[in-house]
């Protein structure tokens, strides 16, 4: 296959030119792709620390150092994949109903193509608008989110929207399958047991972090897997799922979290998701001296794209093709 890819490495060097996703080419149509990463420099729905708008940028410049080929599940990304950078959406910083809107219209044209968009935050209000996105081309999804917090409270200082509010409002549009939706890897002090339930009360399942650790992550994926079934699935991971000694640089860090090496495993495992969309989100480079988090969530992103490769390569429905609408969803 020969669609959107790097340049070689060995004729360019990885240092050089300007910053994209793996140094990919920047197109802003959505013609001749099968997945476009997108920028979603948004972080004024953050309830604690922000700084998450130049998470895009880190992220980006940390992708250079990704190679093509996934050695674990045997994957050349490019050969079965085309994909683009397709730049950022155009935020309006502090306003956040108006950038969930251009957010979502940003993403529209992708979607309605069949281009699966991952997004690169930002703080975790912008999955609203993302899903919005995604919904509009294959109506309600189910949600797959890898954080330690739920995201399902009604109001933060009587405002609907913020980055914890965003999954109830998503579920309140009706954009998601609740009951085909699971979270992984909730933990941290709460409120009060209403935080977890309200996600219980949404339809939603929730797995903890001390049941992950309990069941084991083979487990864990083969229930991610069972919930899901074949329904068109947004993947949202925030970066605080992981310990912030390997993801010290978020916004609302939890200790006690998943070493980097769990969640790549975890991710590895959900070869067949059938994804219509995906996120890493919550990356906040102030907090990340040694740029650790913005390379761990590269990565993240690298595993995503190696997922779809695989289905790619597999035959399995529910990934576009280029030039069309995806197949058997």
């Given at each position: ?50 700084g998450a708008r130049f998470g ?178 947004f993947l949202s991971v925030d ?91």
């Amino acid at each position: 296959m020969r669609g959107y890819q790097p340049p070689d490495a060995l004729e360019f060097p990885r240092f050089a030119g300007i910053r994209t996703f793996m140094r990919l080419p920047h197109v802003s149509t959505a013609e001749g792709m099968d997945v476009a990463i997108v920028g979603l420099p948004f972080d004024t729905g953050a309830t604690f620390r922000v700084g998450a708008r130049f998470g895009p940028e880190a992220i980006r410049s940390a992708s250079v150092l990704l190679r093509p080929y996934h050695p674990f599940l045997g994957v050349h990304l490019f050969e079965h994949l085309s994909i683009v950078d397709y730049g950022d959406a155009p935020v309006a910083p502090g306003f956040i109903e108006d950038s969930l809107r251009r957010i979502a219209d940003f993403l529209t044209p992708l979607t309605t193509a069949g281009v699966i968009p991952i997004g690169l935050g930002g703080d975790h209000s912008v999955l609203l608008g993302e899903l919005r996105a995604v919904a509009a081309a294959y109506g309600p999804v189910a949600l797959v989110q890898f954080d330690s917090h739920p995201d399902t409270w009604d109001a933060y200082f009587g405002h609907r929207y913020t980055h914890g509010t965003v999954v109830r409002r998503a579920a309140e549009e009706g954009l998601i399958r609740p009951e085909h939706s699971i979270q992984v890897g909730l933990r941290g002090p709460l409120y009060g047991p209403a935080d977890w339930q309200a996600a219980r009360d949404l339809g939603l399942e929730i797995l903890s972090a001390a049941e992950v650790r309990a069941l084991g992550l083979d487990a864990v994926v083969r229930r991610i897997l069972r919930r899901v079934g074949d329904r068109p699935t947004f993947l949202s991971v925030d970066i605080d799922f992981f310990d912030p000694a390997y993801a010290p640089g978020t916004g609302t860090p939890e200790v006690g979290g998943f070493a980097s090496w769990e969640g790549l495993a975890l991710l590895r495992g959900l070869a067949g998701l059938p994804m219509v969309g995906a996120d890493v989100v919550e990356v906040l480079p102030a907090y990340d001296p040694g740029g650790i988090t913005a390379l761990l969530a590269a990565n993240v992103v690298y595993e995503v794209l190696a997922l779809l490769a695989v289905r790619r390569r597999e035959g399995m429905p529910g990934i576009a093709l280029l030039g069309g609408r995806p197949e058997g969803l």
